[in-house]
């Protein structure tokens, strides 16, 4: 059963910080777009991916807009 209950509200722009590190060394992802599914891109390597909403979820650590922690 799906989550209708959202901790972060993402917004294009926003740089997550996940739990766990991309391969590249990186843990900093630029959201590019958000909808049932968010699309991110690493600040590293530059790859993208697309996350659920559920995924995203569970591995973010904190979202930054502009300069400002959000979570």
């Known amino acids: 059963m799906p989550n209708k ?3 972060y509200k993402y917004q294009e722009g926003d ?3 996940f739990k ?3 391969p590249c060394g990186s843990s900093d992802w ?10 991110c891109k690493c ?4 790859r993208l991916q697309v996350l659920t909403r559920d995924k ?3 591995a973010t650590k904190s979202v ?4 400002t922690e959000k979570g």
């Open 5 to 7: 209950f959202f901790l």
């Open 15 to 17: 740089i997550v910080t």
């Open 20 to 22: 766990k590190p991309h």
């Open 30 to 39: 630029q959201v590019l777009s958000v909808g049932g599914e968010v699309k």
């Open 43 to 46: 600040m590293g390597c530059g």
């Open 56 to 58: 995203i979820e569970k």
């Open 64 to 67: 930054k807009s502009n300069g």
